[in-house]
């Protein structure tokens, strides 16, 4: 889920570049590429934050548990200290009553004999100092009951903010779930469309899959350019106007090519400096026959050169080579709902 999350916004280097115009001298590719590299290091950081956010939310799962268990305790304390304080209560009411009925005998027996008087009078100290000792007793379970109330009503207000915070961070993770589901679903839709129109041209060196949250067509050099050249055959002339249809019927699909050729050095005397170049003429002829057969916006589409250096089998046999020349159209949707939910937390 979050790994898909990472990925999807990967691509804000993709939606800024794509602003740019379709010719992409070598300077300003250049520039491009540092911006893409800012803002993969922007993509680091979010997924950093994302990994943040969700081991806090863990966190404070176990903290809130936590803190409940320790509210069932100090409510149960709490009841236990309410009956103590009660039954206090009763004896020092008792002893009360007794007091003065023993102070009403003193009064009648200080007529009477000296001895009996004494040892009502003894009594009477006892009773006092045991009604003192339970007025102690009392006293202090009262502070401690309203010590355990007071710590009651603090960890209430903890277990409040906590939940507060989780249910904040629960509804920001479900929010960015959201729309990564729905880009997930705008991607796999789109792939099925591009499958659908270029069908006849699959297996004649064209293929479609879905890598990093994006569509990417592949067309080996076969399909689309002789050796050594830029002009794009009839057959690669006829995938693109199919592709050119689905980008035309899907306006928030943004659109990069990047052209790729082998390791092998351009001849001596080539009008080509070298494989950037070849590279990057490839990509950007493959532009002006999509823009040539459609009504697609110019700003949504952006042609970039990798030259060799981005092979997809290092080998240096024919094979390998054949595979990496080749030509990559990636689409990729529009990530404004996820920026917005970035941008608002």
């Given at each position: 889920?979050?790994?898909?999350?990472?990925?999807?916004?990967?691509?804000?280097?993709?939606?800024?570049?794509?602003?740019?115009?379709?010719?992409?001298?070598?300077?300003?590719?250049?520039?491009?590429?540092?911006?893409?590299?800012?803002?993969?290091?922007?993509?680091?950081?979010?997924?950093?934050?994302?990994?943040?956010?969700?081991?806090?939310?863990?966190?404070?799962?176990?903290?809130?548990?936590?803190?409940?268990?320790?509210?069932?305790?100090?409510?149960?304390?709490?009841?236990?200290?309410?009956?103590?304080?009660?039954?206090?209560?009763?004896?020092?009411?008792?002893?009360?009553?007794?007091?003065?009925?023993?102070?009403?005998q003193n009064e009648q027996l200080l007529e009477g004999k000296e001895l009996e008087?004494?040892?009502?009078?003894?009594?009477?100290?006892?009773?006092?100092?045991?009604?003192?000792?339970?007025?102690?007793?009392?006293?202090?379970?009262?502070?401690?009951?309203?010590?355990?109330?007071?710590?009651?009503?603090?960890?209430?207000?903890?277990?409040?903010?906590?939940?507060?915070?989780?249910?904040?961070?629960?509804?920001?993770?479900?929010?960015?779930?959201?729309?990564?589901?729905?880009?997930?679903?705008?991607?796999?839709?789109?792939?099925?469309?591009?499958?659908?129109?270029?069908?006849?041209?699959?297996?004649?060196?064209?293929?479609?899959?879905?890598?990093?949250?994006?569509?990417?067509?592949?067309?080996?050099?076969?399909?689309?350019?002789?050796?050594?050249?830029?002009?794009?055959?009839?057959?690669?002339?006829?995938?693109?106007?199919?592709?050119?249809?689905?980008?035309?019927?899907?306006?928030?699909?943004?659109?990069?090519?990047?052209?790729?050729?082998?390791?092998?050095?351009?001849?001596?005397?080539?009008?080509?400096?070298?494989?950037?170049?070849?590279s990057v003429l490839r990509a950007t002829a493959i532009v002006r026959i999509l823009?040539?057969?459609?009504?697609?916006?110019?700003?949504?589409?952006?042609?970039?050169?990798?030259?060799?250096?981005?092979?997809?089998?290092?080998?240096?046999?024919?094979?390998?080579r054949q595979k990496n020349r080749r030509t990559e159209i990636i689409l990729t949707?529009?990530?404004?709902?996820?920026?917005?939910?970035?941008?608002?937390?």
């Amino acid at each position: 889920m979050y790994k898909r999350l990472i990925n999807n916004t990967f691509v804000l280097a993709v939606v800024l570049a794509l602003l740019i115009s379709s010719c992409v001298p070598a300077r300003k590719f250049e520039d491009m590429q540092q911006r893409r590299e800012l803002c993969e290091t922007r993509n680091q950081e979010l997924r950093e934050e994302n990994e943040t956010l969700f081991s806090e939310n863990n966190e404070l799962k176990r903290e809130r548990d936590r803190l409940t268990q320790q509210l069932d305790q100090l409510k149960k304390d709490t009841t236990e200290t309410g009956i103590q304080h009660r039954r206090l209560q009763s004896n020092y009411d008792r002893l009360a009553r007794t007091y003065e009925i023993i102070l009403e005998q003193n009064e009648q027996l200080l007529e009477g004999k000296e001895l009996e008087t004494s040892r009502i009078l003894n009594q009477l100290r006892e009773t006092q100092e045991d009604l003192q000792r339970r007025e102690d007793e009392l006293r202090k379970a009262t502070e401690l009951m309203e010590e355990k109330e007071r710590n009651l009503n603090a960890l209430n207000e903890r277990l409040q903010k906590s939940a507060e915070i989780l249910a904040l961070n629960e509804q920001r993770v479900n929010e960015l779930e959201a729309v990564i589901a729905r880009q997930d679903s705008v991607v796999k839709a789109l792939r099925s469309v591009v499958s659908n129109a270029l069908l006849g041209f699959e297996g004649q060196g064209l293929s479609v899959e879905i890598k990093n949250g994006k569509v990417y067509v592949s067309m080996e050099e076969s399909l689309l350019f002789a050796t050594g050249s830029t002009r794009v055959g009839a057959q690669g002339v006829n995938a693109l106007k199919e592709l050119a249809k689905v980008l035309e019927a899907n306006p928030d699909i943004n659109v990069l090519i990047e052209g790729h050729t082998d390791d092998v050095p351009v001849r001596p005397g080539s009008q080509f400096a070298d494989n950037w170049d070849l590279s990057v003429l490839r990509a950007t002829a493959i532009v002006r026959i999509l823009l040539q057969n459609s009504q697609i916006a110019p700003q949504r589409l952006m042609a970039a050169g990798r030259g060799e250096h981005m092979p997809v089998d290092p080998a240096k046999t024919t094979e390998a080579r054949q595979k990496n020349r080749r030509t990559e159209i990636i689409l990729t949707p529009r990530l404004d709902d996820l920026f917005q939910i970035i941008e608002t937390n």
